[in-house]
Each structure stands twice: as structure tokens, then as C-alpha cells.
């Protein structure tokens, strides 16, 4: 058997990995231990959230599938942070974890190009330091130019409960026993990561009259760019909002030795998750708060699980009975599923390329938690962004790589191979230094380009992205050519909405800089025959144009670091007056370029002085 490119495991960074390759016309295999958990949502049942719901139109935009199967699955959906700035908004959507499998799995099988295998693998198959296939758990061996490996949380996995560690992954299912091993065998530093999941509880069993409910917004949304499902706002699923107390509080402080993590178990190396913490960890580390947030969201619409999100443990399962009953509303709540914590191995990210090509074996991509990553989201689109580079690599062209300024993508992975992870990853708002640039509204201006370069945008949508281009710079100059004149009736209408009179004639453009003034309210003076995309589009623009081009004037002075490239091979034992710490740093991660050096932990401002100096005194010897 012989294909060009294997993708190993078929969660979301699979799923994305074996669509870009196969989409690009090169021969993928999709290998996964059990072909009924392609998909899975293994966790929480939602998609997006803040800085993720930005990630997951950027993986549309480049042409990925996990928006447009989110869409499909979706039973709830609102924007995030909607009555604050636009850096921050992000669309979150609760997701049928029957569906959404369901949905992604009928979109691999219907792809040209591409085969799927249930199978275990154990082993890369290496040659020459080059990956050339796997090796299956029956020893049967499978060629292939490129790997992918996205194995999740099955390398070596233990599910942590109270003082019990059993070796499975989740769904109690066989974990992969020998991969991770093989892989610190070929020089990979392994590391021991941890993350957990809460329990489910029977909606029959709750009573609502004590919680607050969410519910979806009132009107259409997406996160992919090209069209809106047509889903029933009036009937999407509720969630509702609780909270802990100093009942349960107590409770966790007086069995805190019985949690996996406090004490009931004495051999745990691994690190949780610093961003979303378990709630001991909370009570623990936030002991002067009175209380925190407890979502109930439904699973599906197919069965009543109700998933408490916040209430991860490792708490032995009769003390989660007493912890779920002392939270208001939930004091009959009937436990379907116990929460537990998982361990399982990931590798270091400082060894992979900024393409997810790995340093240490040629060829070898890796995507998703092995990376040492959080959540659906970046999982996704590391997959996808390794499936693009494996391809292009057998194409002989260069690797899609993208700068912090261009993605919440960029940042992830430029996180990732500069500084390494101590817990799992995951992505915000804080982590991107541009955030007014990596707008959820702009994702599609930002990279639709590059998926058209690429191959994963056709024809069609990028036509209709370039009537999208055109008819924001149409609206723009319309504006810009369109005067306010201080007449009676003008100024009376700027009274009436709260806004200063004018005394001179003013351009539309100008006025909706005002920020009491948008285009809705100057229709009654313009007609404006546009969509309320482009109009959304057109009103940050004008908006936060002068936050807009400082940011952009930082991310120049960034960009023109990032193209003084530093050579793969530099010796930096022969550059005199490094610094001890940050000599270790650059010989370890390797930067390619004095941008990403300067974001290493470790290397100062003097020791990128220092490199440079070298690096000029080595292009005038050459």
C-alpha cells in the first residue's frame, strides 16, 4: 500500500490534514484506531468561543471544513462580546456531538483522493533520517512520501480518577502503547500533559427555575464566509448559567486529597490546562471568590446529557455526586457520566518548523494536542496548515507559513515553536500582540488569498470574494464623495440622534467616525445598495482606521524582522559574547529569522545585537 500522504488519527486535526491533502490532489490515507469516533467531540459540546470563534473563520477562509460542519451542527449560536470592540468579538456555537461526526464524516467519504483505515500504528517507518510510511499495530506496513501525525490524547494514555490511573483513552478505549516511545527513541523530548472533562448530568433531573437562561442571538450568523445556513432562530436550544458556592467550596477543600491531582495519586508529572482549570484548581487558586460560573449546555438534541461546563475533576465518583448536588438547580441532578482527568504524552513544539514539519525526522509533520495544544479549534487548524505544507512540499514549493499579523493561526503556531508549552495550549485574545488586525469580521480579507494560492479556494468563491473587495472599496468612496451640508434639516437630525451640528460640509465618510453615528441612521440622506456584511466591513474600517493603521505600522516593523533571515546551519558556539542562556535557546529552537528570535524567552535585546553583527560580518565574507 502506498499513498503520498498518511495521516495518522482522525480527530479534528485530522480531519482538516487528510481534506487539505487529498483536496490538493495528492493520495491521503486517514488512519484511525476507530473509524466511529472520526470527529468526536471528546469534551465540550461547542465550537469557537473568544479568539477561537476568530481561528475558526480563518480556517474556513483558507478553505478548511470544520465552519462550515459547525454550521451544520449548530443548536445554538451567538457573537461573543457583541457591545464591545470588534478585536474581540467571536461567534461561539452549541454543537450537536451527534451531528457534527456525522456531518464530517459523510464530507471525508465523499472526497475524491482519499481512503480511510481503521488501524493502530505503532511505528514510523524512518530511512536516510526521512519518514516513509508507519507501521500498523499487525505489522503491516504502509508507504507514504509525508506523515501527519494528529494522535490527540491517545499517546500513552491514563484516565485519572480519585486514586485510580487506568491506561485507556477516552470512551475507555485502547490507547496507542508504543507510538510515543518510538518517537523519543528518534530523539523527540516527550512531554506529560494532562486535561479533563466534566461530568454529564440528565436534564430531567434539573431544575431550571434556579438558573439563568442563555439563549442564541436573534439573528443569522455563520462561520463560514460563503453562505448562512438556514436554521430556526426562533427554536434553538437553550443553555443555563449557575454557580458554585461556599457549600461546594468547602466540600472540595475537605476531600481536596482524594482529587487525581491533590493527592490521590502521588506519581503524577503532568501539567493541567492554566486556562481552563479544573474546579479544584479553581477553588484553590481563586479562594477569595464567592462563587463561579456554572454553564449547563446541552450535548444534543438526540439524548438529555447536559454537559457542566467548569466543573472538570478527578474526584472519586461518590464525592462528584455530593459536589454536582450542592450547586443550585442541580440538588436531584441524576449523574450520567463521570467527570475524570486524562494524562497522556505530547512532544516538545520547540522541534517542529514553523511549517509543523518536524526538525528531527524530514518529512514528518505533526498537528493538534501532540503538539502540546487545547481545544477543537487548534487542533483544527494546525491539521490544516500541516496537510497545505506536506502537500506543498510534495510540490516542490515553499510552506504556507503566517505571520502573527495575519492569523490568530500565525500566533498559535509561532507560540508554539518559539517558546515551547509547560501546559496545554490555548489560544486568546492577549496571546496576539495585532488583535485589531485578526478581527472575526475580516478573516476572509486577511487569508482567502492565500487559500486560493494554495489550491483550496476555487474559482467561484474567490470570484465572489473579489465582489466582496470591490463593493467595500465602492461603499468607501461612495462615502468619501458624499457631503453633509449644515442645512436646518441635517443639523435637526444630528440633535435628534445625539450628535454635534455641523458648520461646515462634511463628508459621510468623516462623520461615521463619530461614534453615535452609522450608516443606518444616514440612510434617510444616501441610498446605500449593500449588504450588512460589506456595511459591517465598511464601518470598522472607518471607525478604527487610526488604530487600524498604528497596528499595521507595528506589524511593518515586525515583518521587515522577520525577513532577515537566519541561516539553518548558523554555529552559534562561534558567535562570541552570546549570553550563555540565550546561546542554549537559539541552538535548541533555531530561528529562522531575527523576528522570531527576538520573541524567544531568554534571548535580550543584546544578544539579538550580537547575532546581527555576526550574521552581517558573514554576508560581506561571502
Same mark, same amino acid.
Given at each position: 500500500?502506498?499513498?503520498?500522504?498518511?495521516?495518522?488519527?482522525?480527530?479534528?486535526?485530522?480531519?482538516?490534514?487528510?481534506?487539505?491533502?487529498?483536496?490538493?490532489?495528492?493520495?491521503?490515507?486517514?488512519?484511525?484506531?476507530?473509524?466511529?469516533?472520526?470527529?468526536?467531540?471528546?469534551?465540550?459540546?461547542?465550537?469557537?468561543?473568544?479568539?477561537?470563534?476568530?481561528?475558526?473563520?480563518?480556517?474556513?477562509?483558507?478553505?478548511?471544513?470544520?465552519?462550515?460542519?459547525?454550521?451544520?451542527?449548530?443548536?445554538?449560536?451567538?457573537?461573543?462580546?457583541?457591545?464591545?470592540?470588534?478585536?474581540?468579538?467571536?461567534?461561539?456555537?452549541?454543537?450537536?456531538?451527534?451531528?457534527?461526526?456525522?456531518?464530517?464524516?459523510?464530507?471525508?467519504?465523499?472526497?475524491?483522493?482519499?481512503?480511510?483505515?481503521?488501524?493502530?500504528?505503532?511505528?514510523?517507518?524512518?530511512?536516510?533520517?526521512?519518514?516513509?510510511?508507519?507501521?500498523?499495530?499487525?505489522?503491516?506496513?504502509?508507504?507514504?512520501?509525508?506523515?501527519?501525525?494528529?494522535?490527540?490524547?491517545?499517546?500513552?494514555?491514563?484516565?485519572?480518577?480519585?486514586?485510580?490511573?487506568?491506561?485507556?483513552?477516552?470512551?475507555?478505549?485502547?490507547?496507542?502503547?508504543?507510538?510515543?516511545?518510538?518517537?523519543?527513541?528518534?530523539?523527540?523530548?516527550?512531554?506529560?500533559?494532562?486535561?479533563?472533562?466534566?461530568?454529564?448530568?440528565?436534564?430531567?433531573?434539573?431544575?431550571?427555575?434556579?438558573?439563568?437562561?442563555?439563549?442564541?442571538?436573534?439573528?443569522?450568523?455563520?462561520?463560514?464566509?460563503?453562505?448562512?445556513?438556514?436554521?430556526?432562530?426562533?427554536?434553538?436550544?437553550?443553555?443555563?448559567?449557575?454557580?458554585?458556592?461556599?457549600?461546594?467550596?468547602?466540600?472540595?477543600?475537605?476531600?481536596?486529597?482524594?482529587?487525581?491531582?491533590?493527592?490521590?495519586?502521588?506519581?503524577?508529572?503532568?501539567?493541567?490546562?492554566?486556562?481552563?482549570?479544573?474546579?479544584?484548581?479553581?477553588?484553590?487558586?481563586?479562594?477569595?471568590?464567592?462563587?463561579?460560573?456554572?454553564?449547563?449546555?446541552?450535548?444534543?438534541?438526540?439524548?438529555?446529557?447536559?454537559?457542566?461546563?467548569?466543573?472538570?475533576?478527578?474526584?472519586?465518583?461518590?464525592?462528584?455526586?455530593?459536589?454536582?448536588?450542592?450547586?443550585?438547580?442541580?440538588?436531584?441532578?441524576?449523574?450520567?457520566?463521570?467527570?475524570?482527568?486524562?494524562?497522556?504524552?505530547?512532544?516538545?513544539?520547540?522541534?517542529?518548523?514553523?511549517?509543523?514539519?518536524?526538525?528531527?525526522?524530514?518529512?514528518?509533520?505533526?498537528?493538534?494536542?501532540?503538539?502540546?495544544?487545547?481545544?477543537?479549534?487548534?487542533?483544527?487548524?494546525?491539521?490544516?496548515?500541516?496537510?497545505?505544507? =506536506?502537500?506543498? %512540499?510534495?510540490?516542490?514549493?515553499?510552506?504556507? /507559513? #503566517? @505571520? &502573527?499579523?495575519?492569523?490568530? +493561526?500565525?500566533? $498559535?503556531?509561532?507560540?508554539?515553536?518559539?517558546?515551547?508549552?509547560?501546559?496545554?495550549?490555548?489560544?486568546?485574545?492577549?496571546?496576539?500582540?495585532?488583535?485589531?488586525?485578526?478581527?472575526?469580521?475580516?478573516?476572509?480579507?486577511?487569508?482567502?488569498?492565500?487559500?486560493?494560492?494554495?489550491?483550496?479556494?476555487?474559482?467561484?468563491?474567490?470570484?465572489?470574494?473579489?465582489?466582496?473587495?470591490?463593493?467595500?472599496?465602492?461603499?468607501?468612496?461612495?462615502?468619501?464623495?458624499?457631503?453633509?451640508?449644515?442645512?436646518?434639516?441635517?443639523?435637526?437630525?444630528?440633535?435628534?440622534?445625539?450628535? =454635534?451640528?455641523? %458648520?461646515?460640509?462634511?463628508?459621510?465618510?468623516? /462623520? #461615521? @467616525? &463619530?461614534?453615535?453615528?452609522? +450608516?443606518?441612521? $444616514?440612510?434617510?440622506?444616501?441610498?446605500?445598495?449593500?449588504?450588512?456584511?460589506?456595511?459591517?466591513?465598511?464601518?470598522?474600517?472607518?471607525?478604527?482606521?487610526?488604530?487600524?493603521?498604528?497596528?499595521?505600522?507595528?506589524?511593518?516593523?515586525?515583518?521587515?524582522?522577520?525577513?532577515?533571515?537566519?541561516?539553518?546551519?548558523?554555529?552559534?558556539?562561534?558567535?562570541?559574547?552570546?549570553?550563555?542562556?540565550?546561546?542554549?535557546?537559539?541552538?535548541?529552537?533555531?530561528?529562522?529569522?531575527?523576528?522570531?528570535?527576538?520573541?524567544?524567552?531568554?534571548?535580550?535585546?543584546?544578544?539579538?545585537?550580537?547575532?546581527?553583527?555576526?550574521?552581517?560580518?558573514?554576508?560581506?565574507?561571502?
Amino acid at each position: 500500500m502506498e499513498y503520498e500522504i498518511i495521516v495518522v488519527g482522525a480527530g479534528h486535526a485530522g480531519c482538516e490534514a487528510a481534506l487539505a491533502s487529498s483536496r490538493k490532489n495528492h493520495k491521503t490515507l486517514l488512519i484511525t484506531s476507530n473509524i466511529n469516533n472520526i470527529a468526536d467531540m471528546a469534551c465540550n459540546p461547542s465550537v469557537g468561543g473568544s479568539a477561537k470563534g476568530i481561528v475558526v473563520r480563518e480556517i474556513d477562509a483558507l478553505g478548511g471544513e470544520m465552519g462550515k460542519v459547525a454550521d451544520r451542527s449548530q443548536i445554538q449560536i451567538k457573537k461573543l462580546n457583541s457591545k464591545k470592540g470588534p478585536a474581540v468579538q467571536a461567534l461561539r456555537a452549541q454543537i450537536d456531538k451527534i451531528v457534527y461526526p456525522q456531518e464530517m464524516i459523510k464530507v471525508l467519504k465523499n472526497q475524491s483522493n482519499l481512503e480511510i483505515m481503521e488501524a493502530m500504528v505503532e511505528d514510523l517507518v524512518i530511512e536516510n533520517n526521512k519518514v516513509t510510511g508507519v507501521l500498523l499495530k499487525n505489522k503491516t506496513k504502509v508507504i507514504g512520501k509525508m506523515v501527519i501525525l494528529t494522535t490527540g490524547t491517545y499517546l500513552k494514555s491514563d484516565v485519572l480518577i480519585g486514586s485510580t490511573r487506568t491506561r485507556k483513552g477516552p470512551h475507555d478505549e485502547e490507547p496507542s502503547l508504543h507510538l510515543s516511545d518510538n518517537l523519543k527513541d528518534l530523539g523527540f523530548q516527550i512531554l506529560r500533559l494532562k486535561t479533563g472533562t466534566p461530568p454529564r448530568i440528565d436534564k430531567n433531573t434539573i431544575d431550571f427555575s434556579k438558573t439563568r437562561l442563555e439563549t442564541g442571538d436573534d439573528k443569522y450568523l455563520s462561520f463560514n464566509h460563503d453562505f448562512i445556513y438556514d436554521y430556526d432562530i426562533e427554536n434553538q436550544q437553550p443553555c443555563y448559567l449557575t454557580y458554585t458556592n461556599a457549600k461546594l467550596h468547602q466540600l472540595i477543600q475537605n476531600n481536596l486529597e482524594k482529587s487525581s491531582m491533590y493527592g490521590g495519586l502521588t506519581d503524577i508529572v503532568s501539567v493541567g490546562p492554566r486556562y481552563c482549570p479544573s474546579i479544584e484548581d479553581k477553588v484553590v487558586r481563586f479562594s477569595d471568590k464567592e462563587r463561579h460560573q456554572i454553564f449547563l449546555e446541552p450535548e444534543s438534541v438526540y439524548y438529555d446529557d447536559i454537559y457542566i461546563q467548569g466543573f472538570s475533576t478527578s474526584m472519586p465518583h461518590d464525592i462528584q455526586e455530593k459536589m454536582v448536588k450542592s450547586v443550585s438547580g442541580l440538588e436531584n441532578a441524576k449523574i450520567l457520566k463521570y467527570a475524570y482527568a486524562i494524562e497522556y504524552d505530547a512532544i516538545n513544539p520547540t522541534q517542529i518548523k514553523q511549517s509543523l514539519e518536524t526538525k528531527i525526522i524530514e518529512n514528518l509533520y505533526t498537528a493538534g494536542q501532540i503538539n502540546g495544544t487545547s481545544g477543537y479549534e487548534e487542533a483544527a487548524c494546525q491539521g490544516l496548515i500541516a496537510g497545505i505544507n =506536506a502537500s506543498l %512540499k510534495l510540490e516542490g514549493k515553499e510552506p504556507l /507559513i #503566517l @505571520k &502573527r499579523s495575519d492569523a490568530y +493561526i500565525g500566533v $498559535l503556531i509561532d507560540d508554539l515553536v518559539t517558546k515551547g508549552v509547560i501546559d496545554p495550549y490555548r489560544l486568546l485574545t492577549s496571546r496576539a500582540e495585532y488583535r485589531l488586525l485578526l478581527r472575526h469580521d475580516n478573516a476572509d480579507i486577511r487569508l482567502r488569498q492565500f487559500g486560493y494560492e494554495v489550491g483550496l479556494i476555487d474559482e467561484d468563491r474567490y470570484q465572489k470574494f473579489q465582489e466582496k473587495l470591490n463593493n467595500i472599496k465602492e461603499l468607501e468612496t461612495l462615502l468619501k464623495n458624499k457631503k453633509l451640508t449644515p442645512t436646518k434639516e441635517v443639523n435637526e437630525y444630528l440633535e435628534n440622534i445625539n450628535s =454635534a451640528i455641523i %458648520k461646515d460640509g462634511i463628508t459621510m465618510y468623516d /462623520i #461615521l @467616525k &463619530r461614534p453615535e453615528v452609522d +450608516i443606518e441612521k $444616514l440612510k434617510r440622506f444616501i441610498d446605500i445598495p449593500y449588504s450588512n456584511e460589506i456595511i459591517e466591513q465598511v464601518e470598522i474600517n472607518i471607525k478604527y482606521e487610526g488604530y487600524i493603521n498604528k497596528a499595521l505600522k507595528e506589524a511593518e516593523k515586525m515583518i521587515k524582522l522577520e525577513m532577515k533571515k537566519i541561516p539553518e546551519n548558523v554555529d552559534y558556539d562561534a558567535i562570541h559574547n552570546l549570553a550563555s542562556e540565550a546561546n542554549q535557546k537559539l541552538k535548541t529552537i533555531r530561528p529562522t529569522s531575527i523576528g522570531q528570535a527576538l520573541r524567544i524567552s531568554g534571548v535580550n535585546p543584546s544578544d539579538i545585537s550580537i547575532l546581527m553583527v555576526y550574521l552581517k560580518k558573514g554576508e560581506r565574507n561571502d
